[in-house]
């Protein structure tokens, strides 16, 4: 074996409750409300979608770049120090070194 490939966020690191918080607070900040199980629909959709997407909650006027980008600063801020490690990642990355 040569080469293993991750999908790190959400698989490595235990970043889904961060990210939808920076959501929630970010829509919230630009004077919406959108509750837990709606933000769950974003993490599938890809930018293009999620601009239709917040329209169709929102209404025509909303931003979504601008609600984006605060739920980008928002993650940055959040894991500038640490980025929270899911369990056995460690362990599972050692075992794949001695392969």
Do not use: C
């Amino acid at each position: 074996m040569n080469m293993i490939l991750f999908d790190m966020d959400g698989t490595l690191f235990d970043t889904e409750k961060h990210y939808q918080w920076a959501w929630r607070k970010a829509i919230a900040d630009a004077g919406y409300e959108l509750d837990a199980s709606e933000v769950l629909k974003l993490r599938s959709l890809g930018a293009p979608y999620n601009v239709a997407q917040f329209q169709e909650w929102f209404g025509e006027d909303v931003d979504y770049h601008a609600i984006r980008q605060e739920r980008m600063n928002l993650m940055k801020n959040m894991l500038t120090n640490e980025i929270p490690v899911k369990p056995q990642v460690p362990q599972t990355l050692e075992k794949l070194r001695q392969m």
